[in-house]
């Protein structure tokens, strides 16, 4: 059964965790609005992904790792202490998770389709894996006299090569 998150869920993470996550990336990017991007495509992965985190560790964890990744910096620091956002920059940053929730995320396409190409690629498989095995069991059966044929003709012909060449 595929789990999506409910958007209430979002919503908790971002007023949780938005503000600690900007006094990380803020001194790396020293951008402001690269910094709130880097945060909501943090989140917008969350939607998309629904992971099934067990502790408040382990969401931690999930979310700098994502941010690290986002921001293209292996390490951060917090090291900014200029305060983290504006309430007005959060609730723009929830609005706008809101409206990807609704429309374009949180959606099953992704993982419809790789369980069509995986169910593709395992009907292959078996396909040839009968036909590697009916053809082992010709070959165990008809193949012997087929090849006692074949080399008979080969020879035939080696014999006839050299009869004719003085």
């Avoid at 419809?112 to 165990?140: F, N, P, Q």
């Avoid at 008979?152 to 006839?160: L, Q, R």
Wanted: hydrophobic share 40%; glycine share 6%.
């Amino acid at each position: 059964m595929i789990r999506f998150c409910a958007f209430e869920d979002v919503e908790k993470l971002v007023r949780k965790y938005s503000g600690s996550m900007f006094c990380l990336i803020y001194p790396k990017l020293q951008n402001r609005k690269r910094s709130l991007d880097c945060i909501e495509r943090v989140f917008t992965d969350y939607i998309d992904e629904s992971p099934r985190l067990k502790s408040e560790r382990a969401e931690q964890k999930w979310l700098v790792r994502r941010l690290r990744k986002h921001s293209g910096f292996n390490r951060l620091a917090n090291t900014f202490s200029g305060g983290g956002l504006s309430p007005m920059e959060l609730d723009f940053m929830l609005t706008s998770l809101r409206v990807y929730h609704k429309d374009e995320g949180n959606k099953p396409k992704k993982r419809r389709s790789d369980m069509i190409t995986l169910a593709v690629v395992l009907v292959l498989a078996v396909i040839i894996a009968a036909g590697v095995w009916v053809g082992i069991k010709h070959y165990e059966t008809d193949g012997a006299s087929v090849q006692e044929k074949l080399n008979s003709m080969v020879s035939a012909k080696t014999f006839m090569i050299e009869e004719e060449s003085p």
